[in-house]
């Protein structure tokens, strides 16, 4: 699994989490600070940022658009003598604990990967990957008792249930005074990662956290279709410009009788063709929820006449999600919404197992009325970040920003190559000159773990399927321009917990996907948010006005 693939998927299984600020419950009812940034602080706070001279050059270069928002590269190929970006050994010796969440197989405890790796760092730093499933409920016990190794992950879209908020300071060390400004040029490869990936970091004007998988795209997710079977009909993505477009597609390519059902989900990222705001919408100096706006409603009533038309996959309307994949592989299904994770190598071998036509494509954004210009909300630059114990001493603390700056290493060079391959001989060989694991390496290896506490900019890279990449590069360079960030992007919001669940709004999401799944209407969705609107909704718009909106404005 690719670090994109990671981030991505770790997203959807969050329910989309990068769409939505990032949260952190405060304790004891505290109401009195958001936890969010000023302007003036915020700018005080971030790195600078100096681009990697003696990073390797992409095959395909990144495109910029507005603002901040940029693709990531792209490469067709791995060096054949990967260059060095760090010189000499970082570490000093010290000895050190790390936790990280871990979704697979744990490495055995010690082993030869592990031990080489202590050797490139020159520290020892015992990693204890845990239980990813589980680790919201493990990490509050270690909170709980004030025992916090002395590095950890905290994925962004569990700071609710961390109350990262409350931790920075109290348990997490600041590092404002060693990363803010210029003095992060002394980690040059941790100065090279986008300055909104540092941004999800920042706490009360304060810089705490170390981002993994940082990109300038972060958008959560598209519309993928199958590419190879439409274009064998003559239907290619540039033909679809509306929510029409999309309407009459489904039934033109649906045939129940053999199985075949156009659609799969695509509400959670198709929405916002009809201008559906992300989380908020401010007009006229006053915040605006999705669920109040005539979008919001346009966009459900299209979704629901989709559920009924015949043209979803049945499978599709009772929920099941967990097949979804396997639908788009054989054809079940050829159109369905999904993250941007997905399009990668292990997508193309598992699709082409099914049908070795198989290939993914996506459509561009469009306007649900076909008129007027798109726009791609950008979710989160970088959703796992890492953090130091506050116990640590500041020669410490020195100590590990320089093994994350080894850890965050550019694509293709020597200290890369040695985080995510391991040793060549014993943990990787070369095969078509790339990278590939021994059977040691399979076991030992796993890529997530040290990329779990600092981890070199997202790139776009397939070894041996090139056109995925050229595919990817291809689709995001025409759809950047799209980019937007909506209100409150990147404000670190330490909520309330009964502020926190009334944002969630679980019982509206539940009528929602009802709606898109045919089994409610729109009229009987409105009355679900009007229920809620009355009550928490209220509650939510008066604490985001009095604690963020009028406090920090929109950071925007």
């Known amino acids: 699994m690719n670090r994109r693939s990671f981030l991505t998927s770790a997203a959807t299984v969050a329910g989309a989490a990068a769409m939505v600020p990032l949260l952190s419950a405060c304790g004891g009812g505290s109401t ?45 190929s791995y060096p054949a003598s990967p260059p060095t970006s760090v010189s000499g050994v970082p570490g000093k010796g010290g000895s050190y604990t790390a936790v990280t969440p871990l979704w697979g197989t744990a490495p055995p405890v010690g082993n030869s990967f592990y031990q080489a790796m202590n050797k490139a760092l020159g520290v020892d730093l015992t990693v204890k990957p845990t239980d990813g499933i589980n680790y919201n409920t493990i990490i509050p016990t270690m909170t709980a008792a004030k025992k916090l190794p002395d590095w950890i992950n905290l994925p962004a879209w569990m700071n609710n249930a961390f109350n990262t908020g409350g931790l920075a300071g109290s348990q997490l060390a600041d590092l404002t005074p060693y990363l803010s400004g210029d003095n992060i040029k002394k980690y040059p490869n941790l100065a090279a990662l986008p ?43 540039d033909q679809i410009k509306s929510a029409d477009d999309l309407m009459k597609l489904g039934k033109e390519l649906t045939d129940a009788k053999r199985g075949v059902w156009a659609f799969d989900d695509v509400w959670t990222y198709l929405q916002f063709s009809w201008g559906v705001p992300m989380n908020w919408r401010i007009d006229n100096g006053k915040l605006v929820h999705p669920t109040e706006t005539q979008e919001f409603l346009e966009a459900l009533d299209w979704h629901y006449r989709l559920a009924t ?28 919404g999904g993250g941007l994770g997905s399009w990668n190598l292990g997508d193309h071998q598992s699709g082409t197992a099914a049908d070795p036509n198989y290939r993914r494509g996506a459509f561009n954004a469009i306007t649900a009325s076909g008129k007027g210009t798109p726009v791609i909300y950008m979710g989160a630059a970088a959703s796992m970040i890492s953090y130091l114990n506050v116990n640590l001493k500041p020669e410490q603390i020195q100590e590990l920003l320089a093994v994350a700056n080894y850890l965050a290493a550019p694509y293709g060079t020597a200290e890369y190559t040695m985080v995510n391959f391991g040793v060549e001989g014993v943990h990787h060989t070369r095969v078509n000159g790339m990278p590939t694991f021994t059977e040691e390496g399979k076991k030992d290896v796993q890529v997530t773990t040290y990329n779990f506490l600092a981890a070199s900019g997202s790139v776009i890279s397939n070894p041996g399927g090139e056109q995925i990449t050229k595919d990817y590069a291809s689709w995001s360079a025409a759809n ?4 937007t960030k909506p209100p409150f992007w990147g404000m670190n919001l330490s909520m309330p917990q009964s502020i926190a669940q009334a944002a969630a709004a679980q019982n509206v999401n539940d009528a929602i996907a009802d709606c898109y799944h045919g089994k409610k209407k729109v009229s009987e969705v409105q009355d679900v948010i009007a229920g809620w609107r009355n009550g928490p909704g209220e509650r939510l718009k008066a604490w985001m006005t009095d604690n963020v909106l009028d406090k920090f404005g929109t950071g925007q």
């Open 32 to 76: 009195k600070k958001a936890g969010a940034n000023t302007k003036e602080g915020l700018k005080a706070a971030l790195p600078a940022f100096v681009p990697n001279a003696g990073a390797v050059k992409p095959d395909i270069a990144p495109v910029q658009g507005s603002g901040d928002a940029a693709t990531d590269p792209g490469y067709l």
């Open 195 to 237: 300055t909104g990936a540092w941004q999800h970091g920042i706490w009360g004007d304060k810089l705490y956290g170390i981002p993994c998988f940082s990109t300038s795209f972060g958008i959560p997710g598209a519309t993928f279709y199958r590419r190879d079977v439409l274009e064998a009909r003559g239907i290619t993505a």
């Open 309 to 336: 038309s015949g043209s979803m996959h049945p499978d599709a309307l009772a929920g099941d999600v967990s097949n979804s994949a396997t639908r788009f592989y054989s054809g079940k299904t050829l159109i369905g």
């Open 480 to 483: 950047v321009t799209y980019l």
